[in-house]
């Protein structure tokens, strides 16, 4: 009996322990959030003085939790961008001491935080795992204070409450978790960005099990917390399902982060090959709205995100085996495009010929095309399209003209093939491409018919090889669909029986599709 009392004594106190922890945590997440969304922070706009001051909170929170520098005994990562050229711009980490001559000098100083839990094994812990948030938001607009409380002060505090149970964990991870606070997310991931080429060049990059960004975790509400990128490593979705279970937390993952318009920072991450998992409760909240405040957070919620995401942390950094998924990393975040690309091409238009030495232009007729197409990729930003066409035009005679009196139309069936150069502005998912080159064109046959009689008749006007200049514009989407215009400008026209300089002209709109 004095037993039982004790073992019901123990649990009860056990219980109320763990219930009061759960509720600490969530008055805590509570009260970061209520700091970094106040409208005294003015929405902590990337690289302001207002986003310097949420830097120090949460700088100030992990020393208090006893976390440690990565590199040195500074935890601010302090960068500027550096434009080399417009397609891709820089980012160059910088010494503290220099900041305030970057500064004198007009340049833009952002800062991340990144801190370190060595891990406990003797060779795991050279890898790393790495969790992070951006701590940036929109600042001030129309005098309005974007005060961006679940984007994303709620991941902030999700990672500074993850950072102190991890701590207080510290001796079962093997692996070395790093923590970070990203700066200037909003303005194009550059604190990511700024973290992932640090880590390059001081050779810890490779040795990353796994990124996680915490992006916009305040609106659990009940449902479910999404994971993407689950393809990018091994069991990743078992050791997902086994965090939620014991967190009591629903879950929906995805393979990839797929959106060619949403973009976080796992991707300087992803580009370089590292797996990652993008963290979110989704885009419930007012999104880029003034009116993300704090008060509309659901903390209970955040506790339990921070708890699910503290159990597959633990798991990540302590498994004896984590292993990157060969090869799949997210097509978006493939950052080259294939070097040999194959598809079917369909195009719609008009066509008309033009009699230069006449100044008598055709009516515009269809022009249509089937076939495929093929792209050569020099580069990220240069390839070379050939495509083998079957064309079908027509072009309408005036009826009023006197040469030619009635219903007139000529059609012409040719095999076509432009090719071109692509400049290629974009990555492999989405892009948009401007082309220009030239193209040969052999006639097939061509005819003349006579709507008023219903007669059809075959001609010659346009010699059977014309050869002209062609451009285009074209947007890509989804990888493999792209969409846009083409148009056609025939150099020689005249056949030799019939001598009238006839120059061709098209326009037509295009759909490929790439295998
Ligand atoms: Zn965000």
């Not at 090719?419 to 061509?446: D, E």
Request: charged letters at 20%; proline letters at 3%.
């Amino acid at each position: 009996m004095k037993n039982r009392i004790s073992l019901i004594l123990c649990l009860s106190l056990l219980l109320l322990g763990v219930g009061t922890r759960a509720q600490n945590q969530q008055q805590r997440l509570e009260n970061h959030v209520y700091f970094l969304a106040a409208d005294s922070l003015n929405g902590r706009k990337a690289g302001s003085p207002d986003a310097r001051r949420a830097m120090r909170y949460i700088e100030n929170e992990y020393r208090a939790m006893g976390l440690r520098p990565l590199w040195g005994d500074d935890m601010r990562q302090y960068f500027i961008q550096e434009i080399d050229n417009v397609l891709s711009p820089q980012m160059t980490t910088i010494n503290s001491d220099s900041v305030s001559s970057y500064e004198q000098r007009g340049d833009i100083v952002y800062c991340n935080l990144v801190a370190v839990i060595p891990g406990s094994d003797p060779v795991l812990k050279d890898e790393y795992v790495v969790v992070g948030a951006h701590y940036d938001h929109l600042g001030l607009r129309n005098g309005k204070v974007y005060n961006g409380a679940d984007d994303n002060a709620s991941g902030s505090a999700a990672v500074i409450e993850m950072a102190r149970q991890l701590m207080a964990r510290r001796s079962q991870l093997a692996r070395s978790v790093i923590i970070c606070a990203f700066d200037a997310e909003e303005i194009g991931l550059w604190g990511s960005t700024a973290l992932a080429s640090q880590m390059s060049s001081c050779g810890l990059l490779s040795h990353v099990t796994m990124m996680m960004s915490i992006d916009m975790v305040g609106w659990l509400k009940g449902g479910k917390l999404d994971f993407s990128g689950t393809a990018t490593l091994k069991d990743c979705s078992a050791m997902i399902e086994e965090a939620a279970q014991r967190s009591g937390i629903r879950v929906s993952k995805n393979r990839y982060e797929t959106s060619p318009f949403g973009a976080t920072d796992t991707e300087p991450f992803a580009k370089r090959d590292i797996p990652t998992l993008a963290v979110t409760t989704g885009l419930g909240s007012p999104y880029h709205k003034p009116e993300d405040d704090a008060d509309l957070i659901d903390y209970a919620g955040m506790s339990k995100v921070t708890d699910c995401l503290v159990a597959l942390v633990s798991t990540m950094a302590s498994r004896e085996t984590v292993m990157a998924a060969t090869g799949k990393i997210s097509p978006k975040h493939k950052n080259k495009l294939p070097v040999l690309e194959a598809g079917i091409v369909l195009g719609i238009g008009t066509n008309r010929l033009n009699f230069c030495n006449t100044a008598f232009i055709t009516k515009p007729g269809v022009d249509a095309q089937v076939g495929l197409t093929g792209q050569l990729n020099f580069s990220k930003h240069l390839g070379l399209q050939v495509d083998a066409l079957f064309d079908r035009s027509t072009s309408k005679y005036p009826p009023q003209e006197d040469l030619l009196a009635g219903s007139l139309s000529y059609g012409q069936s040719s095999l076509l093939v432009p090719a071109q150069l692509k400049l290629i502005l974009g990555n492999r998912t989405a892009n948009f491409q401007v082309g220009l080159g030239g193209f040969y064109s052999y006639l097939l046959r061509s005819d003349l018919t006579d709507h008023e009689k219903g007669v059809t008749e075959r001609v010659r006007i346009l010699p059977t090889d014309q050869y002209g200049l062609t451009w285009s514009l074209s947007v890509r989407l989804m990888e493999k669909i792209s969409m846009g215009c083409s148009f056609y400008y025939a150099f020689n026209g005249n056949n030799d029986k019939f001598s009238i300089d006839t120059k061709r002209r098209s326009s037509l709109f295009n759909v490929s599709y790439l295998f």
